[in-house]
């Protein structure tokens, strides 16, 4: 994987800590951590999301805000994320062997990836290589994706609605949409992100913002999913407002592929001792 990275660098004479970047690159590596998703009304686990970490020797793990940026100006973010969604997709039909096929994964798709000729391609073909159904598959986007270069990215996102692939936008209510855009692209999930969930309260400006995106959505036929969710307390005002699908540390943390195995064949005792 490192020697892939390596060779897809891009420009990297141009950044002016290029020594120290490709000195980090040869100490670690990424590695994908995997946090549930779950229905709370069925207590069914639906998906798992696909979250990259650098795994560095002195500095442990890096979570992907500090070091995307740097990815991203440097040229990286496109082999980075194209690893992370072949392992992601081969990781979640092993899971459907394993008897857990309705699981989906969500991995995160960045706009320089998005934008690259070969996404579609490259995507038929990682699908196709890893055996993985395309529905099974969310990508989670940002928002600006739907009002960055207007011209193809509407192309782009139909063509992956017509391939089966969900899409869904990430960290809803903090970017560039509005609601008219969720007509407009074929979205199948939203994410409230988790800056309305901390400190959600009844009556507050952030539960009528919480309220306001779930009847649209559902107006829409668009699945709603909290994340953040860290108390029972949250998990409760949330169930008010009829949310019934989140994630956060109130549920599970972050699991390594290893620890998803466990997880979901224990499930119903983590959930037990979680709702009591």
């Known amino acids: 994987m490192l020697d892939f990275i390596l060779n897809e660098v891009k420009d990297t004479d141009s950044f002016p800590d290029r020594t120290a970047l490709l000195h980090t ?30 795994k560095h020797p002195q500095f442990g793990l890096l979570p992907a805000h500090k070091f995307i940026p740097l990815a991203e100006e440097t040229g990286l973010i496109t ?13 979640c039909k092993v899971w459907h062997d394993a008897g857990f096929s309705h699981l989906k994964v969500a991995v995160n798709i960045f706009e320089k990836q998005f934008q690259q000729p070969n996404f579609l391609e490259n995507l038929k073909h990682i699908l196709l290589q890893t055996g993985l159904s395309p529905q099974f598959l969310q990508l989670e986007i940002c928002e600006r994706l739907m009002v960055h ?35 407009t692209f074929p979205i199948a999930n939203i994410k409230i992100d988790q800056t309305f969930i901390n400190e959600v309260m009844p009556n507050s400006k952030d539960f009528g913002i919480i309220n306001a995106i779930i009847i649209l959505a559902k107006g829409l036929n668009i699945n709603v999913i909290a994340q953040g969710v860290k108390t029972e307390a949250q998990k409760k005002l949330l169930q008010t407002l009829n949310c019934e699908q ?9 699991l390594l592929f290893e620890e998803t ?5 224990n499930s119903w005792l983590t959930l037990d001792k979680n709702y009591s």
């Open 25 to 54: 690159l040869k100490l670690g590596n990424p590695v994908i951590y995997y946090q549930p998703q779950l229905n709370t009304t069925t207590e069914e686990i639906i998906g798992m999301e696909a979250l990259v970490y650098w």
């Open 149 to 183: 270069n207007i011209e193809n990215n509407p192309l782009i996102l139909e063509k992956l609605h017509q391939m089966g692939v969900n899409l869904s936008i990430d960290n809803f209510g903090t970017g560039y949409s509005s609601f008219s855009h969720l007509k």
């Open 79 to 91: 082999p980075i994320n194209e690893w992370v969604l072949k392992t992601a997709c081969a990781q």
């Open 246 to 254: 989140m994630q956060g540390y109130l549920f599970s943390k972050p």
């Open 261 to 265: 195995n466990y997880f979901l064949q």
